[in-house]
Every structure is written in structure tokens, then in C-alpha cells.
């Protein structure tokens, strides 16, 4: 019996789905032309605190059912309340259905004590028939309120929506 070839890839947000994350951070976020105003970084220095954080990039397959937990746990703590005073209403189940779509990437944001204090989750998509790269949530701990951080730098370095099928 022989096997099916898989499909190649043919859009570019097909193709950014399909990286892994190690080919992700290679191909978007450190790109050989360095011409992006910042690289990804892997740890961040509190600038008050001098506490040390590391940054990693996952897919949720790549996330472990604890960390997907503490990502929802911090959606609760941080807006619950907004979600319940929405149209759509807090849906637990709803949400952490919507936090295991595959094609979603999450930058997680550890203390020393491996403890999640933040993370942002996004998807290279398609909207209104054009490639955009979609920012789901951006949820902090409050330590990190207030203090540039590396997750607004990192959601520039994404492939930004103009630039999708030449960067993909």
C-alpha cells in the first residue's frame, strides 16, 4: 500500500501553520536579514525588580495540560470579568476549547521558579479574505504591568499582516 503525499503548503498562512515552533522563531523572529527593529529574546530582566523571566514560543500541542491551565487560570484572574460583562458571557468551556486551537502560537512568560506570569497567544489567519496575524490575548501578572516588556516588541517581530506571503 503506498502512502499519500501530504499537500504542500500553498498560502502563506498554511505554510506559517505548518512550521514548528523552532523553524517559527528561525524563519519570523530571527531571520537571517536582521532588518526587523528587534530579535526574539528568551529572557527579560525586570528593570525594578532585577527578576529574570524566560520566554518560550508553543503551540498548544507543545504546551503541557499544567501550563495550558495556568494560561486559563490568568485569562480568569485578569478578565473574567470583562468576559461576563460581554455579549458572549464568561464560557469556560468555550475558552479553553478556543486555547487548543492548533494553529494558535503562545509566548509564555516564566519566573525563575518556572511559574507562568504572563503569555500572549496569536494566529497567522485569514480575515476579511486577508492574511493577518491575529493577537488572541496579551495577560500579565501585575509585576509586569506597567514596564516595557518583551511581548509588545515580540507581536512587531510576528510576520505583520502586509508582509505575511513574503515573509512565509
Same mark, same amino acid.
Given at each position: 500500500?503506498?502512502?499519500?503525499?501530504?499537500?504542500? +503548503?500553498?498560502?502563506?498562512?498554511?505554510?506559517?501553520?505548518?512550521?514548528?515552533?523552532? &523553524?517559527?522563531?528561525?524563519?519570523? =523572529?530571527? +531571520? &537571517?536579514?536582521?532588518?526587523?527593529?528587534? !530579535?526574539?529574546? !528568551?529572557?527579560?530582566?525586570? +528593570?525594578?525588580?532585577?527578576?529574570?523571566?524566560? /520566554?518560550? /514560543?508553543? !503551540? $498548544?500541542?507543545? =504546551?503541557?495540560?499544567?501550563?495550558?491551565?495556568?494560561?486559563?487560570?490568568?485569562?480568569?484572574?485578569?478578565?473574567? &470579568?470583562? #468576559?461576563?460583562?460581554?455579549? @458572549?458571557?464568561?464560557?469556560?468551556?468555550?475558552?479553553?476549547?478556543?486555547?487548543?486551537?492548533?494553529? =494558535?502560537? #503562545?509566548?509564555?512568560?516564566?519566573?525563575?521558579?518556572?511559574?507562568?506570569? %504572563?503569555?500572549?497567544?496569536?494566529? $497567522? !489567519? #485569514?480575515?476579511? %479574505?486577508?492574511?493577518?496575524? *491575529?493577537? *488572541? &490575548?496579551?495577560?500579565?501578572?501585575?509585576?509586569?504591568? @506597567? #514596564?516595557?516588556?518583551?511581548? $509588545?516588541?515580540?507581536?512587531?517581530?510576528? $510576520?505583520?499582516?502586509?508582509? =505575511?506571503?513574503?515573509?512565509?
Amino acid at each position: 500500500m503506498t502512502q499519500k503525499r501530504r499537500r504542500a +503548503p500553498t498560502s502563506p498562512i498554511e505554510r506559517a501553520n505548518r512550521k514548528t515552533d523552532k &523553524e517559527f522563531i528561525a524563519e519570523y =523572529l530571527q +531571520p &537571517e536579514n536582521k532588518t526587523s527593529p528587534s !530579535t526574539w529574546v !528568551t529572557e527579560w530582566v525586570h +528593570p525594578k525588580t532585577d527578576a529574570r523571566y524566560k /520566554l518560550s /514560543l508553543s !503551540t $498548544p500541542t507543545n =504546551l503541557s495540560e499544567d501550563e495550558v491551565q495556568a494560561c486559563f487560570d490568568l485569562i480568569e484572574e485578569t478578565s473574567r &470579568e470583562d #468576559y461576563e460583562n460581554s455579549a @458572549g458571557k464568561w464560557n469556560p468551556e468555550k475558552k479553553f476549547k478556543e486555547m487548543k486551537s492548533p494553529e =494558535l502560537r #503562545y509566548v509564555i512568560v516564566k519566573d525563575n521558579a518556572k511559574r507562568i506570569r %504572563g503569555f500572549t497567544s496569536f494566529m $497567522p !489567519t #485569514y480575515e476579511e %479574505g486577508e492574511p493577518v496575524v *491575529y493577537c *488572541y &490575548e496579551i495577560h500579565l501578572k501585575p509585576e509586569l504591568h @506597567g #514596564y516595557q516588556h518583551p511581548l $509588545p516588541p515580540f507581536l512587531q517581530m510576528a $510576520p505583520p499582516a502586509n508582509h =505575511l506571503e513574503s515573509l512565509c
